[in-house]
């Protein structure tokens, strides 16, 4: 299972062996991951639903390179502290501008704020556990909560499978649900879970500095 997930690294593993041989560096693919991704978060944001296909194509092209700017860092030797928090800010700013976008594309289409209360919630949330990352400063600190056990039973792997596609893999449940016309069960999903992570982490922390 191990090698099968992250899923998004079987794209990006050969788009960055094409990068590496240009003088990009990897802070550069970085910044081309936030364009895409807030190009992603206006298509989102319209109520047509061609408009959230091309959105979930820049979506999903911008996971592409967020992957690949670390690849392409261990490559050539270039990381550094600067490039890993940058990387992760623009991971916030994607995130939570596609909650936000998608909350108030849906509101737009079926006249119903509610959809947008949804969205800001799961952008508030993601908002919290970026800035909990950040106060820890913890580089592993998002994955505290994952079980590093390899799974044995059908139900084990179906919940290693679901955990793993809603981490790294998150940009091909979006194209799925996009292509489906069903993006909008993300926003409960995101409201509720964003705000259970945060506490679950702080819970976890708490813990573990009590023991």
């Not at 191990?2 to 050969?14: A, D, E, Y």
């Not at 502290?81 to 623009?90: L, N, P, T």
């Not at 704020?113 to 993601?126: M, P, T, V």
């Not at 799925?176 to 506490?199: C, E, N, R, S, Y």
Request: net charge negative.
């Amino acid at each position: 299972m191990s090698t099968l997930f992250p899923l998004i690294r079987h794209v990006s593993n050969p788009v960055s062996n094409v990068i590496i041989k240009f003088p990009i560096t990897p802070n550069q693919i970085t910044s081309a991951s936030l364009v895409l991704g807030l190009a992603g978060c206006f298509y989102i944001s319209r109520s047509g639903f061609e408009d959230r296909i091309i959105g979930g194509i820049f979506f999903f092209i911008a996971y592409i390179f967020d992957n690949c700017d670390g690849e392409v860092a261990r490559y050539k030797n270039l990381s550094t502290e600067f490039g890993r928090k940058y990387d992760s800010f623009v991971d916030w700013i994607i995130h939570v501008g596609f909650f936000a976008a998608l909350g108030y594309g849906i509101s737009q289409e079926s006249q119903n704020n509610i959809w947008l209360w949804l969205g800001l919630l799961g952008s508030i949330g993601g908002t919290i556990n970026y800035i909990l990352v950040f106060f820890f400063d913890d580089p592993n600190a998002s994955q505290e909560l994952a079980d590093t056990s390899q799974p044995e039973t059908i139900v084990e792997y179906l919940v290693f499978v679901f955990r793993e596609l809603f981490r790294a893999d998150f940009c091909f449940i979006v194209l799925a649900l996009t292509l489906l016309d069903v993006l909008w069960v993300l926003l409960p999903a995101a409201a509720i879970g964003a705000q259970v992570f945060w506490i679950l982490f702080l819970t976890s922390r708490d813990k573990n500095y009590h023991e």
